[in-house]
């Protein structure tokens, strides 16, 4: 089945650090990526969608300046949490679409526990 | 507006059924999926229907009305294993996913 890899899979550092998570694509190709926010408890809200060589459409209420994305292959994305804060800290998971076509379902990254002190 | 309508919690017994419901309001629609979540994990895809009618995958099954905007996640013979959060996504006329806020489903034994 389509798998994919997200590292790191837990972050902790101190205020101010800029974090970069990457999301890989190993058995299919993914012309679309996605970045999810996830709160204990809370669904799955989504930050922006990754498409490969052109820029992320972001969420509204997403600053893009915060948080950075390139997906500059068919198989990686890369979210980068700029000059992190305490409220910056969640749950990130990727996921990637298979092929072109668009009703293919998500498949998930294993998600980016990200602790900011 | 776009809703995703499901429970927020559900408590079932092992070896048991149990029926997930999922309404929907959206700007069109190109398929619901169905995705379970463990505590502090990732939602794995569980299935897919574009069509109406009952799609059926071991022991979970799920079934959708188009013209009812709804459907439900079926699950039989309950494990302990299968105590997760169910998310309902509706693809959209852009083929956006919009999420359902998810139900947690307990199993007792």
């Known amino acids: 089945g389509a798998v994919v890899s997200q590292h790191p899979s837990r972050v902790i550092c101190k205020s101010g650090t800029s974090v970069k998570i990457e999301c890989r694509s190993l058995d299919f190709q993914a012309t679309t990526m996605f970045w999810y926010r996830q709160f204990p408890k809370k669904s799955l809200m989504l930050m922006a969608t990754?498409?490969?060589?052109?820029?992320?459409?972001?969420e509204q209420g997403v600053e893009k300046d915060k948080f950075l994305i390139n997906h500059a292959s068919l198989t990686l994305s890369t979210l980068t949490v700029t000059s992190a804060h305490p409220e910056d800290s969640s749950f990130y998971i990727c996921?990637?679409?298979?092929?072109?076509?668009?009703?293919?379902?998500?498949?998930f990254g294993d998600g980016t526990r990200l602790s900011i002190l | 507006g776009q809703n995703i309508d499901q429970p927020t919690e559900m408590t079932a017994t092992e070896g048991a059924i149990v029926q997930i419901n999922c309404t929907y309001q959206t700007s069109g629609f190109n398929g619901l999926f169905w995705y379970q979540q463990h505590a502090g994990e990732a939602p794995t895809f569980l299935s897919y229907?574009?069509l109406d009618g009952l799609e059926e995958k071991g022991r979970f099954s799920s079934f959708l009305s188009r013209s009812k905007g709804y459907s439900y996640l079926l699950l039989k013979e309950l494990q302990m294993k299968d105590s997760a959060s169910y998310l309902c996504?509706?693809?959209?006329?852009?083929?956006?996913?919009?999420w359902g806020a998810g139900t947690k489903l307990i199993i007792k034994p």
């Open positions: 996504a509706v693809s959209d006329s852009n083929y956006q996913l919009i």
């Open positions: 990754s498409n490969e060589g052109s820029k992320a459409t972001y």
């Open positions: 229907n574009v």
């Open positions: 996921s990637a679409r298979e092929g072109g076509e668009a009703v293919q379902p998500q498949h």
